[in-house]
């Protein structure tokens, strides 16, 4: 099975049997691990197409998904729905973002933050010196950047770190396939919560102080007996995050009424990671309607 979830496997035993009651011909099933609710164990049973080819980094890869107990007896209440299924789309949304993720455990460049902070403080030394190479405009962004430096870092060393746990406990799930799924699960969820926050974080910094990032690219060349070949890498990567920030506004900008840079900061205030998830759930309980359909044709044909 190509499309395989962390810690899921194949249905088998009962599990196969109620699975067999909705899928098409076309179709494959795995089964989650158990996840406790209350103290009883259930579990969440993927229903997908062979033939698809939707990618798991795409999102949600089932047609159906079924909640159960452990007798393998179908769950259609939406309380317990809702509660299971939280557990199982943090490990979807763990996957979906699997290629973000790899990306973000390399954010972190101790190397690029110490070439920016070197030549910041060395344009202000310059300053100091002679008031007249950079107006007052151009001097207050220059502070901002400097005290915005070291946040970034910590930041971007956080969200490093951060990533490296997901992918750790991505491939632990993959490699044992655990039957019940207690510890990890308030883990993974309680890393992704923190991972998505503070990626917000970051990117609503940047947002704020992106016009002081322009003022200061704008005046780098000004100031002389910078070291050229620092003072051109901070060059570039403030114009890769000046560029890259045009285009995020425009993408978050499809959000609110316009693309200007408070109402995107607004925005990415209300992305939580709980706000992500439930817009989800909200979609998959079209499932329960599905199932309870399923389950009275079944017993009219009988």
Known sequence: ????????????????????????????????????????????????SILSMKPLSSGL?????????????????????????????NLHYLVSNLSVIKMDTKLFHARDFGRQQQIFDEMLRNVEKDKTLLSEKEINALHVMTDFIEEKNNLMKSIS????????????????????????????????????KTKNDLSIRLLATSEERKIALNSLTKVQNLNFRKMRAVQRQLEGQVSSEKHYIQDIGN???????????????????????????DLVLKNLSLINNSALESSIRS
């Open 255 to 281: 959000y609110t009424e316009q693309g200007d840079i408070p109402s995107c900061i607004n925005v990415l205030e209300t992305f939580t990671h709980e706000y992500l998830l439930q817009g989800e759930i």
């Open 1 to 48: 099975m190509k499309k395989k979830l962390p810690g899921h496997r194949r249905v088998t035993g009962r599990f196969k049997k109620l699975a067999k009651r909705y899928m098409k011909f076309t179709e494959t099933a795995q089964m989650s691990p158990y996840f406790l609710w209350k103290n009883k164990r259930y579990r969440v049973i993927v229903i997908h």
């Open 161 to 196: 770190l951060l990533a490296k746990q997901l992918r750790q406990i991505d491939k632990k799930l993959r490699r044992e396939k655990p039957l019940e799924w207690k510890d990890t699960s308030k883990e993974l969820y309680e890393i992704n919560k923190l991972h998505t």
């Open 61 to 89: 890869i089932g047609r159906l998904y079924i909640i159960c107990d452990d007798q393998a007896n179908n769950i259609t209440d939406e309380t317990i729905f809702r509660g299971i299924f939280f557990n199982e789309l």
